[in-house]
């Protein structure tokens, strides 16, 4: 693990590239990871605030997952992403930065071909174990169907409608 320690108005604070906690197993799957939600218990509030600050500054021993911590989407972990949780939480300002990328239906971090073969392998009798759903909706109709599979082609071989993310609740 590569954390770095800095001063930023006078304080110690620490600083963590993503790619540092790559294996860290307190992680959420990729697909049910909530930007945010520092804690992992479902929701974003204060206790997520608290559990950053004490990552950030008063140097906790509980590990964060990068990937709920990255509040802001910047790829690291420090102070802009406490300041963008607190204007979240106290000030109503933008939410969280979704880890999540729409039309990557296998979650490796990449909308292509494989991602394609994956979603129609669903409508052809194939159990797919790999799927996120929150990502296959691809067209953003709350519904996983064969017009998924037409956007996502289109995107990936005529330059067609990007994917987008469904708030589907």
Same mark, same amino acid.
């Given at each position: 693990m590569s954390l770095t320690k800095k001063f930023a108005f006078g304080v110690l604070v620490s600083t963590l590239p993503l790619t540092a906690m790559a294996q860290d197993t307190s992680c959420p799957s990729d697909c049910e990871a909530v930007a945010g939600d520092v804690n992992d218990d479902g929701r974003v509030n204060i206790a997520d605030q608290v559990r950053l600050a004490d990552f950030l500054f008063w140097g906790g021993t509980a590990e964060v997952c990068t990937v709920t911590a990255d509040v802001n989407g910047d790829?690291?972990?420090?102070?802009?992403?406490?300041? +963008?949780?607190?204007?979240? /939480?106290?000030? &109503? #300002?933008?939410?969280?930065v979704s880890p999540l990328i729409a039309g990557d239906v296998n979650t490796d971090g990449a909308v292509d071909i494989s991602d394609l +073969?994956?979603?129609?392998? /669903?409508?052809? &009798? #194939?159990?797919?174990?790999?799927?996120?759903?929150?990502?296959?909706?691809?067209?953003?109709?709350c519904s996983i169907d064969i017009s998924d599979i037409k956007v996502l082609g289109s995107y990936l071989f005529s330059n067609g409608q990007a994917p987008v993310l469904a708030s589907c609740e």
């Open positions: 790829e690291a972990v420090d102070i802009s992403d406490f300041i +963008y949780l607190h204007r979240y /939480l106290w000030l &109503g #300002e933008s939410a969280p +073969y994956v979603l129609s392998g /669903l409508f052809n &009798g #194939e159990k797919k174990e790999l799927i996120c759903e929150a990502t296959a909706d691809v067209n953003g109709d």
